[in-house]
Every structure is written in structure tokens, then in C-alpha cells.
């Protein structure tokens, strides 16, 4: 018998769970050359306004200090990751939260709302 939707959910809730510390998720940062290493940053839920603020204008090391568990800012610096990496880097944290970067959960436009004459 298949899973139902609410299986599925409480499924990736779990696993997002499982990959946190506290409050944390941890995904790879790829640096500039090449290499990479895992840090703790805040769900894409999570991510405050002001965040989002730095990342529009940016300044992704105001994004990053932000973001990043405090002890992991350090590794970012050293890493200094190219364009490309700070995308992988956003996919990585929007899969592991389970929600789509850019996609709003807000209310869907119909017709239903609209007056006819």
C-alpha cells in the first residue's frame, strides 16, 4: 500500500530533524577551490528578514553571519566560496529544510474571489 501524504510529511520531518543540531541543519560549503566543508546553518524558514535584506543588496557576508551557526563563520571565510558555490550552498540548506527557495506558500490567486456583473 502506498504512503499517504501525511506519511510522507511526517517522514521528511523526521529526517529533517535528524539532520539538525538544536536549531541547526548541516550542508556542505564548496569553496572556491574546490573544497568543501560541512557547516550549521538556520533552516531556509528560519532565515530573517534581515538575511534576506543582505543576500538582495549582495552582501553575502552579512547573509552569512546571519545564517551560519557562529562557529561555522570562521569556515566560510576561510573557504570564500565563488557565486556558484553560495547556490549549491542555498539548493543544499533548501532541500535539507524541505522547502523551495523563491516559492511562496501564500495564497493562491482564483476566480472564486473575483465579482461578476
Known amino acids: 500500500m502506498p ?6 510529511e511526517a517522514a521528511r520531518a523526521q529526517e529533517t530533524e535528524a539532520d539538525t543540531e538544536g536549531e ?3 550542508v556542505p560549503l ?13 533552516p531556509a524558514n528560519r532565515w530573517r ?21 557562529e562557529d561555522d563563520y570562521d569556515i566560510f571565510e576561510e573557504l570564500d566560496p565563488d557565486t556558484d558555490g553560495i547556490g549549491k550552498f542555498a539548493e543544499a540548506v533548501s532541500t535539507a529544510s524541505g522547502e523551495a ?5 501564500g495564497r493562491s490567486r482564483s476566480g472564486s474571489g473575483t465579482r461578476r456583473s
Not at 504512503?3 to 510522507?8: D, P
Not at 528578514?49 to 551557526?69: C, E, P, T, Y
Not at 527557495?101 to 506558500?105: A, C, P, T, V
Open 24 to 26: 541547526f541543519l548541516t
Open 49 to 69: 528578514a534581515s538575511a534576506l535584506r543582505a543576500l538582495n543588496r549582495g552582501d553575502i557576508d552579512g547573509f552569512m553571519q546571519v545564517v551560519l551557526h
Open 101 to 105: 527557495l523563491g516559492k511562496s506558500s
Open 3 to 8: 504512503a499517504t501524504r501525511n506519511q510522507i
Open 30 to 42: 564548496a569553496g572556491y577551490d574546490g573544497v568543501s566543508k560541512d557547516v550549521r546553518v538556520l
